[in-house]
């Protein structure tokens, strides 16, 4: 199983950038999609952008497609979220979430760990 820290977060104005971490440890990080997913107060959590195991495949959600970029280096055990002309709106605590580790050729909402989150504050 896979353990996952995040950070990186921090407070930003609008417009500006930021690029958040998701430190793995664990045997099945090469063999695992990971996922970022954000939760805003009173709001449920939802999907932001999902990598593949093998990095080739990325996934966006409509708000993050063009501003925000996911990536892994498994060299560094890390995937990278970077934010791009952050609004307001993007504020929120953003957590990432590890698949089974099995290398999977499809996309899941069912995972087998997830981080303790970061929080991204965007000013006005």
């Known amino acids: 199983q896979v353990q996952l820290v995040e950070s990186g977060g921090g407070l930003v104005q609008a417009g500006g950038s930021l690029r958040i971490s998701c430190l793995a440890s664990?045997?099945?990080?090469?063999?695992?999609?990971i996922y970022w997913y954000r939760q805003a107060p009173g709001k449920e959590r939802e999907f932001v952008a999902a990598v593949s195991w093998s990095g080739r495949n990325t996934y966006y959600a409509d708000f993050a497609e063009g501003r925000f970029t996911i990536f892994r280096d498994d060299a560094k055990n890390t995937v990278f979220l970077h934010m791009n002309s952050l609004k307001p709106e993007d504020t929120a605590l953003y957590s990432c979430?590890?698949?089974?580790?099995?290398?999977?050729?499809?996309?899941?909402?069912?995972?087998?760990?997830w981080g303790q989150g970061t929080q991204v504050t965007v000013s006005s």
């Open positions: 664990g045997r099945t990080f090469s063999g695992a999609g």
């Open positions: 979430a590890a698949d089974g580790g099995d290398y999977l050729t499809g996309w899941t909402n069912d995972f087998a760990s």
